[in-house]
């Protein structure tokens, strides 16, 4: 009896000891403000929040005003072209700031912090702080180190590190739509890509923290969430479960739960509640996952599917391990399943060597899917990556620039024959608020993703569901009213 009372006792002091040590630590630090600024994608911003999170267990508030902030971080992307510029820039803005403010800590997170750790921390001495993405954990006491007077640095990765256990504190939030994380860094290699080095090795979180964040989410009044990792499609989780005690040769199993298992987890807390997710890698997105899609209603008919190239060449120098014809067979796969989806995509034009002849593949591509929408780029090198390693950047800026402006009119065309063939029907919409032009008019999102704007009436608020009916559209939005 003794012996399981003793394990039990050093538990419960355990965490009396941690809770002790938190209410001090929250004490010190009463009302300290912090401001965080993310750029990048959707899993910078949803990392903030659990940086916002970790410290407000430490007493820090958040504020959307960095002049009266005690704490400043910039969440920090390396994707685009110049985004070491201009979070030079920003720094430098936020130094004039530590005048007034001696006691200001500045510090960088996210994405660019390996990179540029010694540049801005000890050559050009703009911050305090580096934190790499798996490191948020040691906030605490890095900044602990900033007050004591010195500089502050952890950027290792981690092959465990999900922030599971962490409930995010939900940043410029509308109560409506929430950003869930279900994994961290990617173990694929495309080869224009810095992520993989970035953020690291490819890990899943337990599918018992992702449903309760997402019940917690609905019970606050939250409508919608969006699943997100880097390539969704690869999320695993293997956990042991316990079989009967009678069968003494395997009384553990493996169970093992996959994107699909976790989409039907997420879509059965509630019909009310609608699910997203980003984002789907070509390679991994199985019939499964679709079927699951058009099993739930609440599970969004949408699909983003990078495509990046048309051409089979190009896409392995890019290293995405699919071809043309594997490509066309998912959209295929997607149209016979999800009759209804709306599918986006990302086009990188003027990958090295890529000849007129590749690029009219891509273009081609585009005629055969006809995307609802795109994000389109121009071919630009980031230090660090594959294609930086192995191949010239030899596609003249101005040859890229025509294939953009190609392949841009041409989505053009798409997105707006997508929204025309939507007039007529109605669109089952989550109000998210007045639409940025007139507050005589409410704003939402239909299944497939698109902006609807209609009259703002009696009985229907935001966070509720309408039946909107399309009379009109434009490139980017529809327009109707609620019947
Ligand atoms: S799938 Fe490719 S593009 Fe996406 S994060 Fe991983 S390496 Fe980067």
Request: aromatic content about 8%.
């Amino acid at each position: 009896m003794m012996d399981l009372l003793i394990p039990d006792k050093t538990h419960d002091e355990s965490r009396q000891g941690e809770a002790l040590m938190l209410k001090a630590e929250a004490a010190k630090n009463n009302g300290r403000k912090l401001y965080i600024e993310s750029y990048g994608c959707a899993m910078n911003f949803s990392d903030s929040e659990i940086v916002a999170s970790i410290l407000a267990e430490r007493g820090f508030e958040t504020t959307p005003d960095y002049s009266v902030a005690d704490v400043i971080f910039i969440n920090t992307c390396s994707i685009r072209e110049n985004a070491e510029q201009r979070v030079r820039n920003r720094l430098k803005e936020f130094t004039v700031a530590k005048v007034k403010n001696p006691g200001l800590v500045v510090g960088v997170l996210g994405c660019m912090a390996e990179r540029l750790k010694s540049k801005f921390l000890e050559e050009e001495k703009l911050v305090d702080v580096v934190v790499g993405p798996d490191a948020y954990r040691d906030l605490p006491n890095l900044i602990d180190r900033v007050d004591d007077g010195q500089k502050a640095v952890n950027v290792l990765l981690s092959r465990e590190e999900t922030y599971a256990d962490i409930s995010p504190v939900r940043l410029n939030s509308n109560g409506i739509n929430a950003f869930v994380s279900i994994m961290r860094g990617c173990d694929n290699m495309c080869s224009f890509c810095v992520v993989p080095f970035t953020r690291g090795r490819e890990r899943s979180r337990d599918p018992k923290s992702i449903v309760a964040e997402c019940q917690d989410l609905f019970d606050k009044g939250y409508r919608e969430v969006t699943l997100l990792g880097q390539n969704v499609d690869s999320y695993k989780w293997k956990s042991k479960a316990e079989g009967s005690e009678s069968d003494a040769i395997s009384s553990v199993s493996e169970a093992e739960t996959n994107f699909a298992n976790l989409l039907e987890m997420v879509a059965l807390i509630s019909p009310d509640l609608r699910v997203r997710f980003s984002t789907s890698h070509p390679k991994d997105i199985t019939d499964e996952v679709l079927y699951a899609i058009n099993k739930y209603d609440n599970i969004c008919n949408y699909i983003h599917l990078p495509v990046q190239s048309g051409n089979s060449r190009i896409l392995d120098l890019m290293n995405r391990t699919y071809d043309r014809e594997w490509y066309i067979n998912r959209i295929d796969a997607i149209r016979r399943i999800i009759p209804d989806c709306a599918i986006s995509t990302d086009v990188i034009t003027g990958f090295c060597s890529e000849t007129d002849e590749e690029h009219k593949d891509t273009v081609s591509m585009m005629d055969y899917v006809k995307y609802d929408f795109a994000y389109m780029f121009k071919y630009s090198e980031r230090p660090g990556t594959l294609a930086a390693k192995r191949y010239a950047d030899d596609i003249p800026e101005e040859v890229k620039q025509k294939r953009l402006t190609e392949i841009v009119a041409k989505q053009q065309e798409y997105s707006f024959y997508r929204m025309q063939a939507r007039i007529g029907r109605v669109e089952r919409v989550l109000i998210e608020g007045f639409s940025k032009k007139s507050d005589k008019d409410y704003c939402g999102r239909s299944d497939q993703n698109a902006m609807v704007i209609f009259p703002v009436g009696e009985g229907y608020k935001p966070g509720e569901y309408v039946n909107v009916l399309i009379e009109r559209s434009t490139t980017a939005t529809l327009i109707g009213r609620v019947v």
